[in-house]
């Protein structure tokens, strides 16, 4: 089963509301989970880290105040994005390092199932 | 920086064809490897991964080799199906010297698969 879960995995929102967005590790603790944006037809793209008990490290171009990051706890990490706009629209997923149970599985990554977000 | 470059798609195939998709990439220190794989309207699955070089990963008949001497990850399986469509990406994550990931990903542009029947 999965062991980072993403909620919700689709919401339709309106122009100018916020949504957030949740990230939980579910049998481990992750001091840093990631978030990424995937538009349609194309790849990828890290807009943050999250880390656990401190502020976010955003990447280049990602409107901090825009997208919102709070890793409040070791489980869990939410993305809010303000006042949201149609271009706002995209898959978003989120991704936990595993560092637990010694090398082999401590090199781990595991993905949410990701959120599709629709701003209408 | 790091970056990976995947050959473009889409690649279209018969079912039981044999699969190519092409992976190279740059990166400064350690990098692990990994091919991720996106069926449709859904999240990203880990397919295989090679943590040093001349590592072979391999998963569902799916394998790959990290070439450091090419800087290559290419991914094959030998006979596909048709539940093998997907969108595919290689992505790579930086390590420390022992071999720990610090997480971040780098992917490749993904390549759309399709077989048929």
């Known amino acids: 089963g999965a062991v980072v879960s993403q909620h919700p995995s689709r919401v339709i929102c309106k122009s100018g509301t916020s949504v957030k967005i949740e990230c939980r590790s579910l049998?481990?603790?992750?001091?840093?989970m990631f978030w990424y944006r995937q538009f349609p037809k194309q790849s990828l793209m890290l807009m943050a880290t999250s880390n656990e008990g401190s502020k976010a490290t955003y990447e280049q171009g990602v409107e901090k105040d825009k997208f919102l990051i709070n890793h409040a706890s070791l489980t869990l990490s939410t993305l809010t994005v303000t006042s949201a706009h149609p271009e706002d629209s995209s898959f978003y997923i989120c991704?936990?390092?595993?560092?637990?149970?010694?090398?082999?599985?401590?090199?781990?990554?595991?993905f949410g199932e990701g959120s599709w977000l629709t701003v209408v | 920086g790091n970056s990976v470059t995947q050959m473009e798609g889409p690649v279209t195939l018969s079912e039981e064809a044999f699969l190519t998709i092409n992976c190279t990439y740059t990166?400064?220190?350690?990098?692990?490897l990994f091919w991720y794989v996106q069926y449709p309207g859904e999240g990203l699955q880990l397919l295989l991964k090679?943590?040093?070089?001349?590592d072979k990963g391999s998963n569902k008949g799916f394998e790959a080799t990290y070439r450091k001497e090419t800087t290559s990850f290419h991914l094959e399986k030998g006979s596909v199906q048709v539940s093998d469509s997907a969108v595919y990406f290689c992505a790579l994550s930086l390590t420390n010297a022992g071999g720990t990931s610090y997480g971040k990903l780098t992917f490749g542009q993904g390549t759309i698969l399709t077989v048929h029947p």
């Open positions: 049998d481990f603790q992750a001091t840093t």
């Open positions: 991704s936990a390092r595993d560092l637990s149970g010694g090398f082999n599985k401590g090199n781990t990554i595991y």
């Open positions: 990166a400064t220190g350690y990098p692990s």
């Open positions: 090679a943590t040093k070089a001349d």
